[in-house]
């Protein structure tokens, strides 16, 4: 799935989305610490959760601070995003991870438009960057892990 999050037009629009993206996230990364069969590879999976549930915590404060929609519950991607894993673990805990970085692609994409957005002040500019940087981590995690096993 290629996300358009990242293309608004306004900051308000773009932290909106991004809460939404945030969210569907999170759906997906407690389906996968479900269905995984190495514990091992949960317990890491659940760290990269928390780091969404700090990015919401954040999202949600950025919104009430201009004034933008905070989503309380995720969209239409959410089903595409705990989909994908749903069908890969018949396949495997490779194939979940491999799923998920399909995932990440689209947090780290969003997440490189955020932090050019033309709207954003320094200190969202900041905080898109270290959330951008920790979805890299992410993707190159689940990429890495996945070929090994």
Do not use: C
């Not at 905070?70 to 799923?99: E, R, V």
């Not at 689209?106 to 905080?127: G, L, M, N, W």
């Amino acid at each position: 799935m290629v996300t358009m999050v990242g293309n608004e037009e306004t900051i308000g629009k773009l932290v909106t989305n991004l809460i939404y993206l945030e969210r569907d996230a999170i759906a997906a990364y407690e389906s996968v610490i479900e269905r995984l069969d190495d514990k091992q590879l949960s317990v890491q999976v659940a760290a990269f959760r928390d780091d969404h549930l700090q990015h919401l915590q954040v999202l949600n404060e950025i919104a009430r601070e201009i004034g933008a929609e905070a989503p309380t519950d995720g969209d239409m991607k959410q089903m595409l995003t705990t989909g994908k894993i749903a069908l890969a673990d018949l396949f495997g805990d490779s194939a979940i991870l491999k799923a998920m970085k399909t995932n990440e692609d689209d947090t780290v994409t969003a997440y490189e438009r955020a932090s050019r957005h033309e709207d954003a002040i320094p200190q969202s500019k900041a905080f898109f960057l270290k959330a951008l940087h920790d979805e890299q981590r992410h993707r190159e995690w689940f990429e890495t892990t996945a070929k090994a096993l």
